[in-house]
């Protein structure tokens, strides 16, 4: 075996209670270290400890590099701070930001929290992919903000005239909004600090309100979670205790993640900022169209550490394949691989080791985790190899686990210091999220990789509401299947959505990767995507893959017989800002092609395995 570059990792291991209901309760055997009560603490530590040195950067207009220092951002975090409690901004009316990462959206944040205003990150696709804005309408008729920012306002300014009330100061980057009272974001850069913001911040406590992070919505409105600076503090100081080597030379990050999201927003924005590390903030996308973008800022920008979800490794791996000079860049002093959200397919993580080896170094560290945006979000951590993709961990120090009997699975409930006290506003969403003892309901499974070795740490077992009932009663575990035909399928498609509700067999309903396909089968560029999912060498790949797959199987209830290629892409809200298919709304929207899927006289778009009774050959 190969061996793994060493990095510095917290202690292995879990203190477990069986009870004889059959509850499992975890921690971690390290008990939780001091943290600071106000987020912005670090911050002021590193301006002071490392002012010269690079905390934020983004291309500007030329393609370079426009770079903020430690000290340059707390020193206008300070002239902020000022502007905003001038403004007289509290809980009841806070800061709102519709677009997406930039270094003016950082520095308003954290201007915000650092006396006490929280501040919201609203999903930029809320603003620009939508036609009636309802998603936005909705968080500014809950939030109430003082405070509207927009990096472009040429860009939102339809989102913000269809939502935003004329009495609430918009304010914007550059292109003010015309017929409208617009505040540049320098007025608010300009302004002399006073000793009310000192006096401020020194009010803030853990129980202060930070931010507010909205869940997708992808089937009902956005939920507001609340973010307590002792929430996002506490989740930092475990991070550093499972992964230590964070704080033993400061952090290079670049990253994509958004900031509406928690991974992006309090993970690895958290990590920079609490390891006093630099950020070089990634305008590209995990997308066959928007990866140039990030393939050219990582062959420029070599980082210590990555976060991201398993499509973009996927994509990632394709673009190191043809170009050394990305691969070598990438890996030269790559510590540790990150990825959540789902599970890394087996073909991604061996290509990955394999390129690792051909970049000129050890394969290093490819771990996962738990968490959610409840949670801050980390909960749930490896801090070891595991030699396989799928395996979450074990329990952070701080974090308390609950493992409750649901049916066939391992319900995973989680208190502790980084857990949210609620959702903003609405106390009913609130009481369902928790049960009666106060442990926070995560909706998901998870079981032991080993039952009898729990130190060999948890996997994830599927959402407890995406399974589903076969017409014979049988049960089908939906995760499972997901992450065998996605690890089968990658890299040609971006995900696959598991139907078969009522039905006598599991489908799979795919969304290919166009650009991947038309590659793969040598086919002309400029083809649309009916004639690419349509052409025999396509067909008969997904042919061979679905063959694989049914293979795998040994019953009706995990065997996939049948598959749907969908012809257009993920719709606006079937994809989440993670990049992954949001499985309600699909299933929702997605009805005419799963009666397709299942018709007795299946379309081109739909391959049975050969050994269906309905197959025909993909020549047919």
């Known amino acids: 075996m190969t061996e793994i570059q060493r990095i510095k990792l917290g202690p292995r291991g879990t203190k477990i209670v069986r009870l004889a209901d059959g509850r499992v309760f975890l921690r971690s055997p390290e008990e939780l270290g001091a943290y600071p009560k106000r987020y912005t603490e670090r911050l002021e530590y590193w301006a002071k400890e490392a002012g ?25 975090v300070r002239c902020i701070a000022q502007s905003l409690l001038d403004r007289g901004l509290s809980p009841d009316r806070p800061v709102l930001i519709l677009s997406g990462n930039h270094i003016d959206h950082a520095l308003l944040g954290l201007g915000a929290m650092h006396v006490g205003i929280p501040y919201i990150p609203l999903s930029p696709g809320y603003s620009l992919l939508s036609t009636d804005y309802a998603r936005v309408r909705h968080v500014v008729n809950l939030t109430t903000p003082g405070l509207v920012y927009a990096s472009n306002g040429d860009i939102y300014q339809k989102a913000i005239a269809a939502t935003v009330p004329d009495t609430t100061e918009v304010v914007v980057s550059h292109s003010p909004i015309p017929g409208r009272a617009t505040t540049l974001f320098s007025d608010l850069v300009s302004m002399v600090p006073t000793e009310a913001v000192d006096a401020a911040a020194a009010r803030v406590d853990g129980a202060t309100i930070g931010k507010i992070l909205f869940t997708s919505g992808s089937t009902s409105m956005p939920k507001g979670v609340i973010n ?20 033993e030379k400061p952090p290079v990050l670049v990253d994509w993640a958004p900031w509406n999201h928690t991974l992006g927003s309090n993970k690895t924005f958290g990590i920079a900022l609490y390891c006093g590390g630099s950020m070089y903030i ?29 499509i973009f490794y996927q994509i990632l791996v394709a673009h190191l394949e043809k170009d050394p000079l990305l691969r070598q860049n990438f890996f030269s002093r790559l510590d540790m691989m990150f990825y959540a959200g789902a599970t890394l397919p087996v073909g991604v993580w061996n290509d990955l080791q394999r390129l690792m080896r ?6 290093v560290m490819t771990i996962s985790a738990f968490g959610a945006t409840e949670t801050g979000p980390l909960t749930i951590a490896d801090t070891w190899d595991a030699g396989q993709p799928g395996v979450l961990g074990l329990p952070v120090p701080g974090v308390h686990l609950q493992l409750v009997p649901n049916g066939r699975k391992l319900e995973l409930r989680i208190q502790g210091a980084a857990i ?31 039952p009898d070795n729990p130190d060999k740490g948890l996997m994830f077992d599927g959402r407890l509401t995406e399974d589903f009932k076969l017409i014979t009663g049988t049960w089908v575990s939906v995760a499972p299947l997901r992450t065998l035909a996605n690890s089968i399928l990658s890299p040609l498609v971006r995900d696959v959505v598991v139907v078969g509700h009522d039905r006598e067999e ?4 795919i969304f290919p990767e166009l650009e991947v396909c038309r590659e793969f089968a040598s086919l002309p560029v400029g083809m649309t995507a009916a004639d690419i999912y349509a052409s025999m060498p396509v067909r008969r790949e997904f042919q061979n893959r679905l063959d694989q797959i049914a293979a795998a199987g040994t019953s009706s209830s995990n065997r996939i017989v049948r598959v749907y290629l969908i012809p257009d892409p993920a719709a606006e809200g079937e994809m ?7 499985l309600g709304l699909v299933l929702e929207r997605r009805t005419a092609e799963i009666e397709e899927l299942y018709s007795p006289h299946p379309s081109v778009r739909v391959l049975l395995t050969h050994t269906h009774p309905l197959h025909r050959p993909p020549e047919g």
């Open 52 to 76: 010269d040195r690079v905390f934020l950067a983004e291309r500007d207009e030329t393609g370079g590099w426009k770079k903020i220092t430690f000290r340059e951002a707390f020193a206008a």
């Open 228 to 247: 307590s600076h002792g929430m996002m503090c506490s989740n930092q100081q475990m991070t550093v205790q499972a992964w230590p080597f964070l704080t």
């Open 282 to 310: 990634d305008h590209g996308r995990p997308t066959p169209e928007e990866f140039h973008v990030t393939a050219k800022n990582l062959a420029e920008i070599a980082p210590t550490v990555y976060f991201s979800v398993p």
């Open 358 to 363: 051909e970049g000129g170094g050890k394969p």
């Open 420 to 450: 949210t006290p609620g959702y903003w506003r609405q106390p009913e969403l609130t009481e369902k999220a928790f049960d009666k003892d106060g442990w926070y309901k995560t909706g998901d499974a998870v079981r032991f990789v080993d």
């Open 506 to 509: 599991v489908g799979l309903l």
């Open 576 to 582: 989440t800002d993670k990049r992954t298919i949001s």
